[in-house]
């Protein structure tokens, strides 16, 4: 999939997925470690900042550190990211 890039409220998201999604540094080291627990790695940056987030076995996506519940694209999932950290929770 080709990198898709979105500014939402002001905040630049870039999500990368599968062969777009990094091989090095420390984003490629969770990219492989999503791919071995099962999910499909993606790369989402907000404002320039990685947000660990892979692609569960029921096909949604969801975000380390979130209590959010499963979202059906990473680029909707970011979206709430933003709207998460705004509301200051």
């Known amino acids: 999939m080709a990198e898709q890039r979105e500014t939402y409220k002001g905040r630049e998201i870039v999500v990368r997925t599968g062969e777009d999604a990094p091989a090095e540094g420390a984003a490629g080291l969770e990219a492989a470690r999503a791919e071995r627990a ?52």
């Not at 692609?55 to 709207?83: V, W």
């Open 38 to 89: 099962g999910g499909e790695a993606v790369d989402v940056r907000i404002d320039g900042k990685n947000v660990f987030v892979i692609k569960n076995s029921s096909g949604s996506y969801i975000a380390s550190g979130f209590a959010f519940d499963p979202q059906p694209s990473p680029m909707e999932l970011a979206r709430k990211i933003i709207d998460y950290r705004e509301a200051g929770r």
